[in-house]
DNA sequence: ACGATTATATGATGATTATCATATAAAAGC
DNA sequence: GCTTTTATATGATAATCATCATATAATCGT
């Protein structure tokens, strides 16, 4: 069948964003070709006239994977002064929705425990996605002129991945929200961000 | 065959220690009956005289794994005092050693995006394993006479596994010393371990 | 030494899975 | 409308794996 020109794409993209919600929930080894396609309404054949292997379909979706991630958390900082972007954006990442919803959250903390066994293009496409996140957080301790912005936002990304893959990793409800809790106060107590101090800032203008 | 008294005992520790290994190298998902088996000598078929399933295995390793790790722990402060023992602790826990050695590492830094995809029984043994280190922590904290124990416990914890975990998960090498060692700077700059802090305890007796 | 016991081995089964060769059919261009 | 192109479907293959029924053989108690 000849289709429009867009519609390969379209299948294509539609390939990927269903990937990318398996690959987060049940990681590489869980997410299978057949039920990937079956998901975007197609049949497991088809799948090699999109991508080159599996290994090829992993790399994609986790490159994809962390431009979404990426987007999503610059909404969340956008327009904020300096203190309250690095405040705003601790809120969003160690929250109990990006918790609870691993499908679209960060791949660090959705796939750092299944990085190590993945093939070389892979951590490759997962190392670029931890430096990105590193420069952005290190771009938003800049703004707020922190000292060492850049052995901060490591120590900070660190501890944000830390929170939300232990909350997750926990059964126990109380256990998960006592975790995440003390890891978003533990962390914004290191960067003196007291509500004090957010609203001084915004008092000082 | 009758063997000694002890010879199932012993075949069944066997088992279970390199099961341990290679479930915190390659995951629940990876580890396979058959290769357990192969490394402890023996051949797949005898499997189910020991478990009564993968997923058995799966639950006595990992409660195995916590019993080791702790131990280590532990031997790791003995005869510390109070600041020096968290000190010491962090050290032990957030070092490259122990980011390179994931077969006999922590199994919460090894595991914890497995987790989520366990089985009930596999949680439950992982939250137990989660409650039993924050309850370690909180004790040194204690005797350190830190305010909220429990709370910051929980909050190291979080920033020590993200540590690890996140470290692990890059493939560049120096990227990866640069986040383990942020983060280990961080965790102790949170608490006030600074090498003038520990000085001055150790000198003020 | 011998028979009973039982730890381990052999081999089979069925399920799942990645991959690919080939078939089908949809629509674009003439 | 008919041919050509090509996106998707069907079906096959081979590999891996958990599980289990049955066979084998080791040694303990006698």
Redesign the interface.
């Given at each position: 069948m000849r289709y429009s020109e867009t519609h390969k794409a379209e299948t294509r993209a539609k390939i990927l964003k269903v990937a990318a919600a398996q690959l987060r929930?049940?990681?590489p080894?869980?997410l299978s070709v057949s039920e990937v396609m079956q998901a975007a309404g197609l049949t497991h054949g088809g799948f090699y006239a999109h991508f080159k292997s599996k290994d090829a379909l992993l790399v994609e979706t986790l490159r994809h994977s962390f431009a979404r991630s990426r987007q999503k958390a610059m909404q969340a900082v956008e327009g904020l002064p300096p203190l309250h972007a690095l405040d705003a954006y601790i809120d969003f990442y160690v929250s109990p929705i990006h918790r609870d919803h691993?499908a679209n959250g960060c791949p660090?903390?959705?796939?750092?425990?299944?990085?190590?066994?993945q093939s070389?293009k892979f951590?490759?496409a997962?190392?670029d996605g931890?430096?990105g996140l590193t420069e952005m957080i290190c771009t938003l301790l800049q703004a707020a002129d922190y000292e060492e912005p850049a052995?901060?936002s490591?120590?900070?990304?660190?501890?944000?991945?830390?929170?939300i893959?232990?909350?997750?990793?926990?059964?126990?409800k109380k256990?998960s929200d006592?975790?995440l809790q003390?890891?978003r106060?533990?962390?914004k107590?290191?960067l003196g961000l007291t509500d004090a101090a957010l609203s001084r800032i915004a008092h000082e203008r």
């Open positions: 929930t049940g990681g080894k869980k691993p660090i903390a959705a796939l750092n425990s299944d990085s190590p066994r070389k951590r490759s997962y190392d931890v430096h052995e901060l490591r120590s900070i990304l660190s501890a944000m991945v830390g929170a893959s232990l909350s997750r990793s926990v059964a126990d256990l006592d975790l003390a890891a106060t533990g962390i107590a290191r």
